[in-house]
């Protein structure tokens, strides 16, 4: 995953506005939220930030 840390800094969860951190599941990068748990995908370095689109916790 190559996303600038400058923006992983001020991006945030869309669902409950937490931190969101770089994590690879699978091979598959995801940015987790540190809040509700969410995970976005991140596709060719480029994060998906839509509730729909995210993998919900267990």
Do not use: F
């Not at 995953?1 to 931190?19: E, Y």
């Not at 940015?31 to 480029?46: E, F, S």
Request: negative net charge.
């Amino acid at each position: 995953m190559n996303i600038d840390p400058q923006l992983l800094s001020i991006i945030v969860c869309p669902a409950c506005h937490g931190q969101l951190s770089p994590a690879t599941l699978d091979g598959v990068d995801e940015l987790v939220c540190q809040g509700c748990g969410n995970a976005y995908p991140v596709r060719d370095d480029i994060p998906v930030l839509l509730v729909d689109e995210a993998r919900k916790p267990a």
